[in-house]
């Protein structure tokens, strides 16, 4: 143990002396993997699914991203208790006392999470500096200014985490300064709407039960717009239960990914920590992950959800000013994303009318005709549904700080979350490159990991058209994993030949094992729900069940996990 950790020790147990409050203010001092994890949580994906939970379920979800991220801090929490006894490495324990097929699935998935997650990161943070911090980059050459930036500050906070002690430090300073900024930008977008009494509270909080109904089928809000459209409102019906399930699975993998999972073990042990340490573990967890997710997740989903949810009305405003641009350049494209999005939606509904084919062979000035006549009710529900960017979001905090000012805000939120989640991918990937050449994971072989999914530098570029290639087989790879991860702790958790006398035993026990088998059932039925039947289009006529052999190899690991286990472990994990 350094020297650092034992005098860590040595502060907690004079707190504890003292009292509670001397030693939730120690906890809070002496606080850093978990912030790490918030770093990593609080990025594109976590935007994205929170954005759009607003967009188009309105308040009814609130409750989905705090009990995954609980669920989740529930795994992570079992990690730190068995990394911290065994002071172990995880991968290595996973595979001598459960299975090598887990444990290299488990490090497959979070490379190739690491690597394909890291495009739109970047893409993220470079579109955030061009809209909402500098719009003067929003050039060709801008955008190489913009994501190279991104690069280099991510490469050298990651640089400084090898430095040793005091880089390590600053390492997680610097992070939590950034997560704090995320949060309070967030928070201050619904602190300007409350300010103008534009938040209904009453059905914000009730939107935080759990109503598992609203997993299939569209919520109360959108029933009457739907009705409106008569003959097609089964059609509009089926394709926003679909969309809903894309983004609640979105939402729900972002709380706690693959890579948070490979991540906590190895930032605990890097600072040293031991069993001593186990009660700040979970405790960092607490305030490091949940308080910052919930609060800036939460925030997005209010704002979004009071400006946009049922609203179509700023949409025509941008097809009307589109139209006014198309007067004076009649091949000019879409450059807001909610436009693109809603004309998206209308041509849906013309090729289920008239027919793909026939859809195909609009020239663009009948195809724009062809909108333009689609009954009122289309016309809503297709801008009701259109995503939002953030430089809609932002506008929120006009009110409040005036246009210029909430651009700002809103950037430097939006750059945190990309920028923080950037470096942890690249940390992670480090620990994840040394286990695959069975190295420690330090020194210049952790550097080098560091350094590959810095290709994500290209997502500004590429990431549009990259995404159907790359972003299925990583989700579906991914999803089925994170349930793999969390039965491989919940193995270990339970394996006397790692714990031994560290097992825990009677209540405790149970305890442990009633929360993480709950954690794992729902993870793995998220899962199930989310890999069914996708798939992935090989040219123009296969489409691979990607999904359906996922899951089919999802099967298979967790069975032959068990049986290696009990073979490994006998009668005395009973």
């Given at each position: 143990m350094s020297n650092n950790a034992q005098r860590e020790l040595e502060l907690i147990n004079e707190a504890k002396a003292k009292g509670t409050a001397a030693t939730v203010a120690t906890f809070v001092r002496l606080s850093g993997p978990g912030w790490l994890q918030g770093a990593i949580t609080l990025g594109g994906g976590s935007l994205a699914g929170a954005l759009?939970?607003?967009?188009?379920?309105?308040?009814?979800?609130?409750?989905?991203?705090?009990?995954?991220?609980i669920l989740g801090v529930i795994m992570l929490s079992a990690i730190s208790y068995v990394t911290l006894s065994t002071e172990e490495r995880p991968f290595g324990a996973v595979n001598r006392h459960i299975s090598p097929l887990l444990g290299w699935g488990w490090l497959i998935a979070t490379i190739m999470a690491n690597i394909v997650w890291c495009l739109p990161q970047f893409a993220l943070g470079?579109?955030?500096?061009?809209?909402?911090?500098?719009?003067?980059?929003a050039t060709p050459d801008g955008k190489v200014i913009a994501a190279v930036s991104l690069l280099v500050a991510g490469s050298i906070v990651v640089w400084f985490y090898e430095s040793g002690s005091w880089g390590i430090k600053l390492f997680e300073?610097?992070?939590?300064?950034?997560?704090?900024?995320?949060?309070?930008?967030?928070?201050?977008?619904?602190?300007?709407?409350?300010?103008?009494?534009?938040?209904?509270?009453?059905?914000?909080?009730?939107?935080?039960?759990?109503?598992?109904?609203?997993l299939f089928k569209p919520v109360p809000s959108l029933a009457e717009p739907i009705a409106a459209a008569g003959e097609y409102s089964q059609w509009w019906s089926d394709l926003i239960a679909g969309m809903q399930k894309d983004k609640i699975i979105t939402a729900f993998a972002t709380a706690v990914g693959i890579n948070m999972t490979f991540l906590l073990p190895y930032s605990m042990l890097r600072k040293g920590w031991s069993r001593g340490h186990r009660e700040l573990a979970v405790f960092d967890l607490s305030i490091g992950l949940i308080v910052p997710f919930v609060l800036a997740t939460g925030c997005v989903v209010i704002a979004a959800a009071s400006q946009f949810h049922g609203h179509p009305n700023d949409v025509f405003a941008l097809e009307v000013e589109y139209e006014a641009q198309r007067l004076q350049d009649p091949d000019a494209k879409p450059k807001a994303k909610e436009l693109g999005e809603y004309f998206g939606f209308l041509d849906q509904r013309l090729a289920q009318a008239m027919g793909k084919e026939q859809f195909a062979n609009l020239t663009p000035a009948e195809r724009s005709g062809a909108r333009a006549a689609l009954p009122e009710a289309d016309r809503n529900l297709a801008a009701m549904l259109a995503g939002r960017d953030n430089l809609a979001l932002a506008k929120t905090?006009?009110?409040?700080?005036?246009?210029?000012?909430?651009?700002?805000?809103?950037?430097?939120?939006?750059?945190?979350?990309?920028?923080?989640?950037?470096?942890?991918?690249?940390?992670?990937?480090?620990?994840?490159?040394c286990e695959l050449l069975g190295v420690e994971p330090s020194g210049k072989?952790?550097?080098?990991?560091?350094?590959?999914?810095?290709?994500?530098?290209?997502?500004?570029?590429?990431?549009?058209?990259?995404?159907?290639?790359?972003?299925?087989?990583?989700?579906?790879?991914?999803?089925?994993?994170?349930?793999?991860?969390?039965?491989?702790?919940?193995?270990?958790m339970n394996s006397p030949t790692l714990l031994g006398k560290n097992m825990p035993r009677g209540v405790a026990r149970v305890w442990w094992n009633t929360l993480m088998i709950f954690a794992t059932v729902v993870a793995s039925l998220a899962s199930v729900w989310g890999l069914l039947g996708r798939t992935l289009s090989i040219g123009d006529n296969y489409k691979l069940p990607i999904g359906n052999i996922a899951l089919g190899a999802l099967a298979v690991l967790l069975l032959l996990g068990t049986v290696s286990f009990f073979a490994k472990n006998g009668s005395r994990a009973e």
């Open positions: 759009y939970l607003g967009v188009i379920m309105g308040y009814h979800m609130m409750w989905l991203q705090p009990v995954a991220m470079t579109a955030a500096i061009q809209q909402n911090l500098a719009p003067s980059l300073i610097i992070l939590k300064v950034m997560v704090g900024i995320v949060v309070l930008s967030f928070f201050g977008v619904v602190a300007a709407m409350t300010a103008k009494g534009l938040l209904p509270w009453g059905e914000i909080f009730a939107g935080l039960i759990p109503n598992p109904a609203y905090l006009a009110p409040l700080v005036g246009e210029g000012v909430a651009q700002k805000l809103f950037g430097v939120g939006v750059v945190g979350m990309a920028l923080s989640t950037i470096i942890i991918l690249m940390l992670i990937n480090g620990f994840a490159f072989w952790h550097r080098v990991g560091t350094f590959i999914p810095a290709i994500g530098v290209l997502g500004p570029f590429v990431w549009s058209k990259a995404a159907p290639a790359l972003a299925t087989p990583t989700s579906v790879m991914g999803g089925a994993m994170l349930p793999i991860a969390y039965f491989s702790f919940l193995l270990l």
